[in-house]
Each structure stands twice: as structure tokens, then as C-alpha cells.
């Protein structure tokens, strides 16, 4: 299993002799899918279906740019293109002119030559197994360039989600210790509470009647069950964190439900101390959501 990655990063490598000059850089930003753009001199669109294979066993998600610089020093990859067809046209043309206004043909051979696309400078291809052989090694240096930037970004972020993932451990072991006495003490005024308006408005009514209303009312404060999911929660995200690999998507439907039980709980908080740790919670889990964006 490979290591985490951040989603942001930046690879560069270089290739220059007498010949050519070869330039690869790739960056990449958050995505949610990987949406690969090359931009690279036409000469090398018949590797773009090649290139991208071989960059997507290098990683999985991220909007990544792909920029190819190539200097050719030899002058023998283009040459000089004659368009005779197009020369005839506008011959053609030229004379047409001067017949339809009674004009001399004065046109000499150089001027003519001057006229757009007579002359144009193409490309010539070096053979796909030559060129193949001058790209690969630079494209393969610059991805491992990129991918250790994004593996250090990615050990960063690990290690601030875990540290996260603790307080947040903390602060469920805190609200889980004070909430017996919490829903007790509820329980408690609840009941005295009622015992008062119905005394106040002389109804008499079954003392058990009265203790299993006050306790369905009390279980609605109860944070139990948050608290056991928010812990799973916890748990899963922490280990999805040191197996490593391309975890982003899973991180985020954890972070979401992370998030879901921590808005109950908040709800719920009918006690200060509790409101207060609630809130932090919230805050943390909302850090969190937020970081694991950043990851593949």
C-alpha cells in the first residue's frame, strides 16, 4: 500500500544535450476525480493516450497540468513545405483581377512567395520509438518528483487529521463520563417540575405514570448512541489514515457522518460544560472535513 497524498503538488524534470532540450513539469490541484490536461508540441500528440496511462499509475485523483517543453538544436525535425496548390489559386486569382481591371501582371516570383501559406515549416517526425525513448525517462522522473511532493504534503496531513482525531477522542471520552449525571440531574428537575403543575392544577395522577413520562422525556438529552458512532467514526478514520493509499473519498463520507452526530449532539446539549465541549467538537470535526478535501 502506497502513501498518502496531498492532492496539491508540483514535479519537474529536464533533458538537454547537443540535440534537444526536454522540459516536463506537472502540477496538480484538488479534484474530485483525476482530470488530466496536456499541453505539449503537436509532434507528441500521438503519446498522449501513452502519457496518460503511464501517469495514472502514479496517482489516482486531482486536477493535474501537464506541460511539455521541446527545443530541437539540429534543425532536422522541420522542414520547408512548397503549397502548390495554393500558389496556383492564387495565381489563378491574380490574374483574374488584372484581366476584370485592365491591369499588367507585374507579379515577380519573389513577392508571390510572400503571399500567406505559399511557404509553411512542418514538423517531421523522428519515428514514435525514438521520441518514446527520449520522453519516458523525463516523464518518468518528473512524476516521481511530483509524487514525492505529494507524498510529504500527504504525511503532513495525516499526521495534523490524527492529532485532530485524538482531541476529538478526548472530548467523547468527557461527554460520555458527565453524561449519566447530566440526564440524571434532567430527569430530576423534570419530574419535580411536573409534580408542581399538576399539584398547582389539583390533578392527581399515577406516581408511575409520572416517573415513565419524565424518563422518555429525559432519554431525548442522552448522547449515548451519538457518542458510540462519533467513536466508531473516530476509529475508522484513524485507520483508513495508517493504511495509507488513495483514502480521500472514504474520508469524506466518514468526515460527513462525523459531522452528522456531532450536530445531534449539539442539539442536545441542555448542560453548559457540555454545550461547550459540543461546540469545540463541532469546530474540530469542521477542521476535519476540511483537510480531507485536500487528500486523494
Known amino acids: 500500500m502506497r502513501s498518502i497524498q496531498s492532492?496539491?503538488?508540483?514535479?519537474?524534470a529536464e533533458a538537454a544535450n547537443d540535440d534537444y532540450r526536454l522540459l516536463i513539469e506537472i502540477k496538480s490541484v484538488n479534484h474530485r476525480y483525476l482530470d488530466l490536461s496536456l499541453k505539449?508540441?503537436?509532434r507528441f500528440n500521438c503519446f498522449e493516450s501513452r502519457i496518460r496511462q503511464f501517469l495514472k499509475s502514479y496517482f489516482e485523483r486531482g486536477k493535474t497540468d501537464i506541460y511539455i517543453t521541446y527545443e530541437d538544436y539540429t534543425g532536422a525535425s522541420r522542414k520547408l513545405v512548397y503549397n502548390r496548390a495554393l500558389a496556383e489559386e492564387y495565381y489563378g486569382y491574380i490574374n483574374e483581377i488584372a484581366s476584370?481591371?485592365?491591369?499588367?501582371?507585374?507579379?515577380?516570383?519573389a513577392a508571390f512567395a510572400r503571399f500567406p501559406d505559399i511557404f509553411t515549416m512542418e514538423e517531421v517526425s523522428d519515428g514514435d520509438d525514438r521520441l518514446w525513448d527520449i520522453i519516458e525517462p523525463v516523464l518518468k522522473k518528473a512524476a516521481e518528483s511530483f509524487v514525492s511532493e505529494r507524498e510529504r504534503?500527504?504525511?503532513?496531513?495525516?499526521?495534523?487529521?490524527?492529532?485532530?482525531l485524538d482531541q476529538m477522542d478526548r472530548w467523547?471520552?468527557?461527554?460520555?463520563?458527565?453524561?449519566?449525571?447530566?440526564?440524571?440531574?434532567?430527569?430530576?428537575?423534570?419530574?419535580d417540575k411536573?409534580?408542581?403543575?399538576?399539584?398547582?392544577?389539583?390533578v392527581s395522577v399515577d406516581e408511575a405514570r409520572i416517573i415513565s413520562e419524565v424518563t422518555i422525556y429525559s432519554d431525548k438529552i442522552c448522547t449515548d448512541e451519538e457518542m458510540v458512532r462519533l467513536k466508531s467514526h473516530i476509529d475508522a478514520m484513524r485507520?483508513?489514515?495508517k493504511a495509507g493509499g488513495s483514502c480521500g473519498r472514504e474520508l469524506d463520507f466518514i468526515a460527513q457522518e462525523m459531522n452528522r452526530e456531532a450536530n445531534t449532539t449539539l442539539s442536545k446539549a441542555n448542560n453548559l460544560k457540555k454545550a461547550d465541549i459540543a461546540i469545540a467538537l463541532k469546530t474540530e470535526v469542521e477542521k476535519v472535513r476540511e483537510q480531507v478535501q485536500n487528500i486523494e
Open 194 to 202: 411536573v409534580k408542581e403543575a399538576l399539584s398547582d392544577l389539583k
Open 40 to 42: 505539449m508540441p503537436r
Open 153 to 164: 504534503e500527504g504525511e503532513n496531513l495525516k499526521n495534523d487529521l490524527l492529532s485532530k
Open 172 to 191: 467523547v471520552d468527557e461527554i460520555i463520563q458527565m453524561s449519566p449525571s447530566i440526564v440524571d440531574e434532567y430527569r430530576s428537575r423534570l419530574y
Open 239 to 241: 485507520t483508513k489514515l
Open 100 to 109: 476584370d481591371f485592365d491591369l499588367r501582371n507585374d507579379l515577380s516570383a
Open 7 to 12: 492532492m496539491t503538488g508540483f514535479g519537474r
